[in-house]
């Protein structure tokens, strides 16, 4: 039995929230399930939520893009870009907003805020773990994020839901719509974890694939810190011989894109014929510029990242990028969800992939 289904969109996810609606609208014979709200703020930069319906007794799903850093507020009269933690905060609004009354409320944060900040490794903040209790106090039931930075932050609430949705069967078949020459063989395809946090990911697909798996060691400077992180020294690689071979790496997400510029680079030199890339989530935080010379190089011929977070324009006008619509993914999490059907087959959907793999091979 379903409960009335209820869309809150924060202002970051805007644009996918209306198509998803769409979606769930056309499948359901429904004329809309968005509830207006919003955050506005005072000339101090505070800010409030503000739910324009009724959301009583419904099934609320709650929608963010943490990463949206497109967004811009006023404060003392001149333009602030809205950070992760003002788009966490405006969440934390809108569900004090709801003030206890939904059925149910479920947060959608495709990029899980804070998620590489999840462990301790000196005297440090555990950003991502405090997030999810925060939302736990709160009173959210169930948490859906996509391909989570490390899948082990499911144990920080062991007694509610979270979510963590592989979007590997999208990759798949927009990778083989788009070439209609790979060969799937352990001798014509490799899949790649770029470091070893990748590594599941990667297993994942090359089980699927039945190919073989290469894997690179990230080594680190430890004595010291650069942008919050401890700087790469060198990418060590390993695996069988590349030559002749086309390679896909697969991670996360691409932030400044120096690290999987390096690993490609390195594929190339062992011999590889074609380099593609799956990455859930294109940040590009240190702009395009690195990623055309790469390019034009010849060390990668395709990327691949989902729209779960802001494409930025002049990312979907480059010819080496390929954009994953997850828009009719989220729409049937949220149906399968609120219909309280099993979630197995959405979040790792192996059979799927398997069957789209098949037909492939013809």
């Known amino acids: 039995m379903e409960d009335k289904l209820g869309l809150i969109t924060l202002e970051s996810f805007t644009n996918q929230t209306q198509k998803i ?10 004329d809309n399930y968005i509830i207006p709200s919003k955050c506005p703020r005072f000339t101090s930069g505070e800010a409030k939520g503000v739910i324009e319906e009724s959301v009583r007794d419904r099934d609320i799903y709650i929608l963010v893009d943490v990463c949206n850093n497109s967004l811009k507020y006023k404060m003392d009269g001149e333009l602030n870009r809205m950070s992760p933690d003002d788009h966490y905060q405006d969440l934390k609004r809108i569900i004090m907003a709801c003030n206890g009354k939904p059925n149910r409320i479920t947060v959608i944060m495709p990029f899980l805020y804070e998620g590489r900040q999840h462990r301790r490794m000196i005297r440090e903040s555990l950003d991502c773990a405090m997030m999810l209790r925060e939302l736990e106090f709160m009173g959210v039931d169930d948490i859906v994020t996509f391909d989570a930075h490390d899948s082990r932050m499911q144990n920080v609430l062991p007694l509610r839901g979270i979510e963590n949705i592989s979007p590997a069967l999208q990759f798949v078949q927009g990778f083989l719509t788009e070439y209609e020459d790979i060969k799937i063989d352990g001798e014509h395809l490799m899949i790649i974890a770029p470091d070893e946090g990748a590594t599941e990911r990667a297993v994942f697909y090359a089980s699927l694939f039945g190919v073989n798996l290469g894997m690179f060691y990230k080594r680190r400077n430890y004595s010291t810190i650069i942008d919050g992180i401890n700087p790469i020294v060198a990418h060590d690689f390993c695996g069988s011989a590349l030559d002749g071979m086309d390679a896909i790496v697969v991670d996360d997400m691409i932030a400044s894109g120096g690290s999987i510029i390096d690993v490609c680079k390195q594929i190339k030199e062992r011999g590889a014929k074609r380099v593609f890339i799956f990455s859930t989530f294109g940040l590009f935080t240190s702009g395009f510029d690195k990623m055309d010379r790469a390019y034009e190089e010849g060390l990668f011929d395709r990327i691949f990242t989902t729209n779960l977070v802001y ?50 091979l013809g």
């Open 21 to 30: 609606n769409e979606i769930l609208c056309k499948w359901r014979g429904c």
């Open 311 to 360: 494409q930025k324009p002049e990312l979907l006008e480059k010819e080496y990028y390929y954009s994953i619509n997850m828009n009719r993914y989220i729409a049937a999490i949220i149906d399968t969800l609120n219909k309280k059907n099993s979630m197995q087959q959405i979040s790792k959907p192996e059979q799927r992939i398997k069957e789209t793999i098949m037909a492939y």
